[in-house]
RNA sequence: GGGUGAUUAGCUCAGUUGGUAGAGCGCUUCCUUUACACGGAAGAUGUCGGGAGUUCGAGCCUCUCAUCACCCA
């Protein structure tokens, strides 16, 4: 019976069912030992999809997973998926724009939160799915969700307890004083309305404009401006009563705290700590600014001089904090200019005093205040730009320069009326332009108020943990970027202003403290009361709790209160929307007091801060979030911490270092103790995948065109340590082939009627050539745990490929044919056992790189104790497996074969031609080689038989071998001159290889100082191309007698 | 501007204490020989980016230059 083709579309998914159903893949699957083995899959988003770089990491952990459980560790692959804050809220958003529902904004925080759980029930964690069809033996049944036991979450959402984890986290850093809320310049994000991370912004080259403006001067001071050339010559010297500033950005000159320049900037020296001007605005009211020093500007990039606008650029920003330079925020959460505030008029009023240190200033009074002049306010930022600039311009505080098309008019035709003279210097040139990944929209960097972990408190243990080896990082050049990120490491932004996501557990209360407390009595009296009413409640300040939820935080509340006048200490707490809802209810409850005297209608109203924390925060919380903590006697706990992390190295400082500063700062450890960077996957040019560039290659087309095994094989072959990913279609369909070549070795045996019994114990044998192989198996299974223990996935493929295709197959089956067709019966019965041993290793070692293919071929035993994913790793060692003379004389045989067929067709004997064949001095050793194999050899090489002669006869190929040099005559078939040619080229390349040895070996300084190994193996290297040589030197000299 | 890495066969890439270069694909020639044409056999192709140094010996170590990529400002 012949077998069939492999189909794998129809295998794979009939094998996944079937190792699914049997809970193949679930934790301690096929455990025999206690060690637990356990990878955290990165969460994918939920609203993700499969792309090559999730293929490639997913291949290497599933093969990790699928050795380890093979070796019976207790396995966990941990699934999961993350709520993915912003992706998600936006593909609803865009869903319900789609629909045409209501907006997020008109449905409210609830609904829109109940319309995301049924996205993510309907739509959400389609990679799962798609994950299956790359055989990924994740244990489904644990799959975690960074969202589950959200408040929100619908009963119909799979029960989890992540949300406890997140919250309990929170409350506990918040209590240690780890986390603080603060203003903070950060990427703010003005279509979706909120702060994003670092890893959200992609900076883009884009095509810019460098305005040149000049700041006067106060009061019409002038000074000698003075430039030099690098010899110090004086290049020019005028008299200014301005300093030139350079800006891309001219619409934050409003927001401007100073001038800066370099101390050692002699240009600028004589005007520093002096006032200029910011020349915008309303005439009158034109704010000055000190001319300051600091390290940040560059004497030699522009004028020199920078302008600090400390509230919309992170240079500034430093700046600014180091010279106590105030912060305007001149932006609403739009992008557009503030509208807000008191007349412009007032407010630089304010900001001037504030300069001319008349009037002390903290960081909330400076927020409040909006330094837009009226005529800018409520523009978009873009278009402020604009007028900015016009403005300046038609003042005449723009730096003019020659205009080129002025002088070529007026060389044209002498008259250039129509052209202006001089032009605002504007360059052209290329910046670095903020843009947020998602909304496409310049990104800018906003003062807001926010909430932090001060990272710089936890991260000692974590750069301890690679310092001191616990953790490694590879390749090793992670380390350094790690080092170098953690070590100069900034506040952690963790809040977001979006719905979806941990919303922060903080509740706010109206601070009703009293600072000069003038009523000790205790009561709360008439005037007391209309105090409070009156005294403008919205200007008071807030006071906050911290607790995972309003119970927890009420009794701080009322601690809080216990200072107040009764009856008002002991109003009951409510949780209100937001602080304008509180001082509503809170008033109004005041006022019926007041008239009914009835202190049960008193309330303290409180509300939860709106903000949800960075999904990052909780996916920090990973390693142990998905065990079940906080519930420690989760018997899920015993895979922490785990043991290999596996993701790209561009999520190394966003992803896996908060991984080990929280499970540190949490329980202690370090979640894993190795992490395995890998590069983006790239196409075959090395290009990045985009659909732009429509250069994407979707790896369910690769599975879909060439099965999952092929992907995965190509995963592992492109997996060198460090190296650049570059997937290439046709290195797939060369791994199809290869599975292919596979299959009909079982259909080799299934051709020769071999008996499949399944679960063959190794045989002992006494032919040659099982000796042999089985040898060759023991070395290979050693290179693949070597390999595999040093995640050189690429090696390990590449052994296999090799003794699979290289071995097995070329020449393993081709020297079993004479055996299993001939008549030894005990000869052929041991080459049978051991075929199908072989056979069978060939499946076990190769399931965690091929599942699919070799579970399938595994399933055609007569009979198995288990699946192939379940099966046993072997653990023979080579050393008890390798006969060297086994060895010797197989490694011989081929040899002899490769040389004679590579004599035959270089001389164009006939493929199909039987020859006959000489030999002259073979010794003891060839003889015995040659008796052993012979049918082999003659069958192999197409050899009638074998002579023994004193001497060749004229016109004869000759194959030089250890042992005997052996002779195919050929007079009268053969072009001698060919002949000769090809025999002095391969002289030629030996006499290359004789001058180097003879060279090493020569020098007295290689003898002496080279280790003996390599001397010995020299001095045999030599002896035998030496020998080679003499007899190519002899056939040559045979054929020219011929000529 | 700072950092990291790369540059090896036509292409994509390996090459783990320095011992004289390999794989897959592609290419050329031959072969439908009873596992396999998604195959078999044979074959060609590399001053290992340039230069200098250390060494008996350098693709590998050091310096330098060039080009490129990525990350961070």
Same mark, same amino acid.
């Given at each position: 019976?012949?077998?069939?083709?492999?189909?794998?579309?129809?295998?794979?998914?009939?094998?996944?069912?079937?190792?699914?159903?049997?809970?193949?893949?679930?934790?301690?699957?096929?455990?025999?030992?206690?060690?637990?083995?356990?990878?955290?899959?990165?969460?994918?988003?939920?609203?993700?999809?499969?792309?090559?770089?999730?293929?490639?990491?997913?291949?290497?952990?599933?093969?990790?997973?699928?050795?380890?459980?093979?070796?019976?560790?207790?396995?966990?692959?941990?699934?999961?998926?993350?709520?993915?804050?912003?992706?998600?809220?936006?593909?609803?958003?865009?869903?319900?724009?789609?629909?045409?529902?209501?907006?997020?904004?008109?449905?409210?925080?609830?609904?829109?939160?109940?319309?995301?759980?049924?996205?993510?029930?309907?739509?959400?964690?389609?990679?799962?799915?798609?994950?299956?069809?790359?055989?990924?033996?994740?244990?489904? $049944?644990?799959?975690?969700?960074?969202?589950?036991?959200?408040?929100?979450?619908?009963?119909?959402?799979?029960?989890?307890?992540?949300?406890?984890?997140?919250?309990?986290?929170?409350?506990?850093?918040?209590?240690?004083?780890?986390?603080?809320?603060?203003?903070?310049?950060?990427?703010?994000?003005?279509?979706?309305?909120?702060?994003? $991370?670092?890893?959200?912004?992609?900076?883009?080259?884009?095509?810019?404009?460098?305005?040149?403006?000049?700041?006067?001067?106060?009061?019409?001071?002038?000074?000698?401006?003075?430039?030099?050339?690098?010899?110090?010559?004086?290049?020019?010297?005028?008299?200014?009563?301005?300093?030139?500033?350079?800006?891309?950005?001219?619409?934050?000159?409003?927001?401007?705290?100073?001038?800066?320049?370099?101390?050692?900037?002699?240009?600028?020296?004589?005007?520093?700590?002096?006032?200029?001007?910011?020349?915008?605005?309303?005439?009158?009211?034109?704010?000055?600014?000190?001319?300051?020093?600091?390290?940040?500007?560059?004497?030699?990039?522009?004028?020199?001089?920078?302008?600090?606008?400390?509230?919309?650029?992170?240079?500034?920003?430093?700046?600014?904090?180091?010279?106590?330079?105030?912060?305007?925020?001149?932006?609403?959460?739009?992008?557009?200019?503030?509208?807000?505030?008191?007349?412009?008029?007032?407010?630089?009023?304010?900001?001037?005093?504030?300069?001319?240190?008349?009037?002390?200033?903290?960081?909330?009074?400076?927020?409040?205040?909006?330094?837009?002049?009226?005529?800018?306010?409520?523009?978009?930022?873009?278009?402020?730009?604009?007028?900015?600039?016009?403005?300046?311009?038609?003042?005449?505080?723009?730096?003019?320069?020659?205009?080129?098309?002025?002088?070529?008019?007026?060389?044209?035709?002498?008259?250039?009326?129509?052209?202006?003279?001089?032009?605002?210097?504007?360059?052209?040139?290329?910046?670095?332009?903020?843009?947020?990944?998602?909304?496409?929209?310049?990104?800018?960097?906003?003062?807001?108020?926010?909430?932090?972990?001060?990272?710089?408190?936890?991260?000692?243990?974590?750069?301890?943990?690679?310092?001191?080896?616990?953790?490694?990082?590879?390749?090793? $050049?992670?380390?350094?970027?790690?080092?170098?990120?953690?070590?100069?490491?900034?506040?952690?932004?963790?809040?977001?202003?979006?719905?979806?996501?941990?919303?922060?557990?903080?509740?706010?209360?109206?601070?009703?403290?009293?600072?000069?407390?003038?009523?000790?009595?205790?009561?709360?009296?008439?005037?007391?009361?209309?105090?409070?009413?009156?005294?403008?409640?919205?200007?008071?300040?807030?006071?906050?709790?911290?607790?995972?939820?309003?119970?927890?935080?009420?009794?701080?509340?009322?601690?809080?209160?216990?200072?107040?006048?009764?009856?008002?200490?002991?109003?009951?707490?409510?949780?209100?929307?937001?602080?304008?809802?509180?001082?509503?209810?809170?008033?109004?409850?005041?006022?019926?007091?007041?008239?009914?005297?009835?202190?049960?209608?008193?309330?303290?109203?409180?509300?939860?801060?709106?903000?949800?924390?960075?999904?990052?925060?909780?996916?920090?919380?990973?390693?142990?979030?998905?065990?079940?903590?906080?519930?420690?006697?989760?018997?899920?706990?015993?895979?922490?911490?785990?043991?290999?992390?596996?993701?790209?190295?561009?999520?190394?400082?966003?992803?896996?270092?908060?991984?080990?500063?929280?499970?540190?700062?949490?329980?202690?450890?370090?979640?894993?103790?190795?992490?395995?960077?890998?590069?983006?996957?790239?196409?075959?040019?090395?290009?990045?995948?985009?659909?732009?560039?429509?250069?994407?290659?979707?790896?369910?087309?690769?599975?879909?065109?060439?099965?999952?095994?092929?992907?995965?094989?190509?995963?592992?072959?492109?997996?060198?340590?460090?190296?650049?990913?570059?997937? $290439?279609?046709?290195?797939?369909?060369?791994?199809?082939?290869?599975?292919?070549?596979?299959?009909?070795?079982?259909?080799?045996?299934?051709?020769?009627?071999?008996?499949?019994?399944?679960?063959?114990?190794?045989?002992?044998?006494?032919?040659?050539?099982?000796?042999?192989?089985?040898?060759?198996?023991?070395?290979?299974?050693?290179?693949?745990?070597?390999?595999?223990?040093?995640?050189?996935?690429?090696?390990?493929?590449?052994?296999?490929?090799?003794?699979?295709?290289?071995?097995?197959?070329?020449?393993?089956?081709?020297?079993?044919?004479?055996?299993?067709?001939?008549?030894?019966?005990?000869?052929?019965?041991?080459?049978?056992?051991?075929?199908?041993?072989?056979?069978?290793?060939?499946?076990?070692?190769?399931?965690?790189?091929?599942?699919?293919?070799?579970?399938?071929?595994?399933?055609?035993?007569?009979?198995?104790?288990?699946?192939?994913?379940?099966?046993?790793?072997?653990?023979?060692?080579?050393?008890?497996?390798?006969?060297?003379?086994?060895?010797?004389?197989?490694?011989?045989?081929?040899?002899?074969?490769?040389?004679?067929?590579?004599?035959?067709?270089?001389?164009?004997?006939?493929?199909?031609?039987?020859?006959?064949?000489?030999?002259?001095?073979?010794?003891?050793?060839?003889?015995?080689?040659?008796?052993?194999?012979?049918?082999?050899?003659?069958?192999?090489?197409?050899?009638?038989?074998?002579?023994?002669?004193?001497?060749?006869?004229?016109?004869?190929?000759?194959?030089?071998?250890?042992?005997?040099?052996?002779?195919?005559?050929?007079?009268?078939?053969?072009?001698?001159?060919?002949?000769?040619?090809?025999?002095?080229?391969?002289?030629?390349?030996?006499?290359?290889?004789?001058?180097?040895?003879?060279?090493?070996?020569?020098?007295?300084?290689?003898?002496?100082?080279?280790?003996?190994?390599?001397?010995?193996?020299?001095?045999?290297?030599?002896?035998?191309?030496?020998?080679?040589?003499?007899?190519?030197?002899?056939?040559?000299?045979?054929?020219?007698?011929?000529?």
């Amino acid at each position: 019976m012949a077998m069939e083709k492999f189909d794998a579309s129809e295998v794979e998914a009939r094998i996944y069912k079937m190792w699914e159903e049997a809970g193949a893949f679930k934790a301690g699957a096929n455990a025999s030992r206690d060690e637990t083995f356990c990878i955290q899959l990165p969460p994918p988003n939920v609203t993700g999809h499969l792309h090559v770089g999730h293929a490639f990491n997913h291949t290497l952990m599933d093969m990790l997973i699928r050795w380890k459980r093979m070796q019976g560790y207790d396995t966990l692959w941990q699934p999961g998926l993350d709520h993915a804050g912003i992706a998600t809220q936006l593909m609803v958003e865009k869903e319900l724009a789609e629909t045409q529902q209501p907006k997020r904004t008109e449905l409210g925080r609830e609904k829109f939160l109940e319309k995301v759980w049924e996205w993510k029930a309907a739509k959400g964690g389609m990679i799962e799915q798609q994950a299956r069809r790359l055989g990924d033996s994740l244990d489904w $049944s644990r799959s975690a969700f960074t969202m589950s036991g959200a408040e929100s979450a619908p009963a119909t959402e799979k029960p989890g307890n992540f949300h406890d984890a997140v919250l309990k986290v929170f409350v506990e850093m918040y209590n240690k004083g780890l986390i603080y809320r603060g203003k903070r310049l950060v990427n703010w994000d003005p279509h979706f309305e909120t702060a994003i $991370s670092d890893l959200e912004v992609e900076n883009i080259e884009v095509d810019g404009h460098m305005w040149h403006f000049k700041y006067p001067l106060a009061g019409g001071e002038t000074y000698e401006y003075v430039e030099k050339d690098e010899d110090g010559n004086v290049t020019l010297r005028e008299t200014r009563d301005y300093i030139s500033i350079a800006t891309t950005r001219p619409e934050t000159m409003l927001g401007d705290g100073a001038v800066a320049v370099h101390k050692d900037d002699e240009r600028y020296a004589p005007i520093v700590g002096k006032l200029c001007e910011i020349p915008v605005g309303p005439k009158d009211q034109r704010r000055l600014i000190p001319i300051i020093t600091d390290p940040y500007p560059d004497p030699d990039f522009g004028s020199g001089a920078v302008k600090i606008t400390g509230a919309h650029d992170f240079n500034d920003y430093e700046v600014a904090k180091r010279g106590n330079i105030p912060m305007y925020s001149l932006m609403d959460t739009k992008g557009y200019m503030r509208a807000d505030g008191l007349p412009y008029a007032e407010e630089a009023a304010t900001a001037q005093r504030i300069a001319g240190g008349e009037e002390g200033f903290d960081e909330g009074k400076i927020a409040a205040m909006n330094m837009v002049p009226e005529d800018y306010r409520g523009l978009d930022r873009f278009e402020a730009r604009k007028r900015v600039v016009a403005d300046i311009t038609a003042e005449g505080n723009a730096v003019m320069i020659g205009n080129p098309a002025y002088e070529a008019a007026f060389a044209r035709d002498g008259d250039q009326t129509e052209v202006p003279q001089r032009i605002p210097f504007v360059e052209n040139k290329k910046i670095m332009q903020p843009f947020g990944d998602r909304s496409k929209v310049v990104i800018e960097p906003m003062l807001t108020d926010q909430w932090f972990v001060d990272t710089a408190k936890i991260v000692g243990p974590a750069l301890d943990a690679v310092r001191e080896g616990r953790v490694t990082i590879m390749p090793e $050049s992670g380390e350094k970027v790690f080092y170098h990120w953690l070590e100069n490491i900034e506040p952690w932004c963790i809040s977001r202003q979006l719905w979806w996501g941990h919303q922060i557990p903080v509740w706010y209360g109206l601070d009703l403290g009293v600072e000069d407390e003038q009523n000790p009595s205790g009561t709360l009296d008439e005037v007391e009361l209309l105090g409070l009413l009156l005294d403008g409640l919205v200007h008071r300040g807030t006071v906050m709790h911290c607790g995972t939820d309003l119970e927890a935080v009420k009794s701080a509340f009322v601690f809080d209160n216990a200072d107040v006048p009764s009856p008002l200490s002991h109003a009951s707490i409510i949780e209100v929307a937001d602080k304008s809802e509180a001082i509503d209810r809170f008033a109004a409850a005041l006022a019926e007091y007041n008239v009914t005297q009835d202190p049960t209608v008193l309330v303290y109203p409180v509300w939860r801060d709106p903000d949800v924390l960075d999904t990052w925060f909780s996916s920090g919380l990973w390693p142990f979030g998905t065990l079940g903590w906080p519930d420690e006697n989760d018997p899920a706990m015993k895979y922490f911490p785990g043991d290999v992390l596996i993701t790209g190295q561009d999520i190394l400082f966003f992803w896996v270092a908060r991984m080990m500063m929280m499970s540190q700062a949490v329980l202690h450890q370090d979640p894993f103790h190795t992490v395995y960077l890998h590069q983006l996957v790239r196409d075959a040019k090395g290009e990045k995948m985009s659909k732009t560039r429509g250069n994407v290659i979707d790896p369910l087309d690769m599975i879909d065109a060439y099965g999952a095994d092929a992907l995965r094989f190509s995963n592992a072959q492109m997996a060198a340590l460090g190296g650049v990913l570059k997937i $290439s279609e046709d290195r797939i369909k060369g791994y199809r082939n290869f599975g292919t070549k596979l299959w009909n070795a079982f259909s080799f045996a299934d051709h020769y009627a071999i008996p499949y019994p399944g679960d063959p114990e190794m045989p002992v044998v006494s032919q040659t050539l099982n000796k042999w192989i089985i040898g060759e198996t023991g070395k290979v299974r050693e290179t693949v745990d070597a390999a595999l223990t040093a995640y050189r996935f690429n090696d390990a493929s590449d052994a296999l490929y090799a003794f699979t295709w290289g071995k097995v197959c070329d020449w393993y089956l081709e020297f079993s044919k004479p055996i299993l067709q001939g008549t030894d019966t005990a000869a052929k019965a041991e080459t049978e056992q051991t075929l199908r041993w072989v056979l069978d290793q060939c499946l076990v070692l190769l399931n965690p790189i091929m599942p699919f293919i070799t579970e399938e071929l595994w399933g055609m035993a007569d009979r198995r104790a288990k699946m192939l994913i379940h099966a046993d790793w072997p653990t023979y060692a080579a050393a008890d497996l390798v006969d060297t003379d086994a060895d010797r004389e197989m490694n011989w045989v081929i040899g002899l074969i490769e040389n004679v067929r590579s004599a035959r067709a270089q001389v164009h004997v006939p493929a199909g031609a039987k020859v006959p064949l000489l030999v002259t001095g073979l010794d003891e050793k060839g003889q015995s080689a040659w008796d052993n194999n012979h049918v082999l050899i003659q069958r192999l090489a197409r050899i009638e038989s074998l002579s023994n002669v004193d001497r060749f006869p004229k016109g004869c190929v000759t194959v030089p071998m250890d042992g005997g040099t052996f002779g195919i005559p050929l007079e009268g078939l053969i072009d001698v001159d060919a002949e000769i040619a090809r025999l002095e080229k391969t002289l030629q390349k030996l006499a290359k290889e004789l001058g180097g040895l003879r060279g090493r070996l020569n020098n007295p300084k290689f003898a002496a100082s080279a280790p003996e190994d390599v001397v010995a193996e020299a001095r045999e290297n030599l002896r035998l191309r030496e020998t080679e040589e003499s007899e190519l030197k002899a056939a040559i000299a045979r054929l020219q007698e011929l000529g």
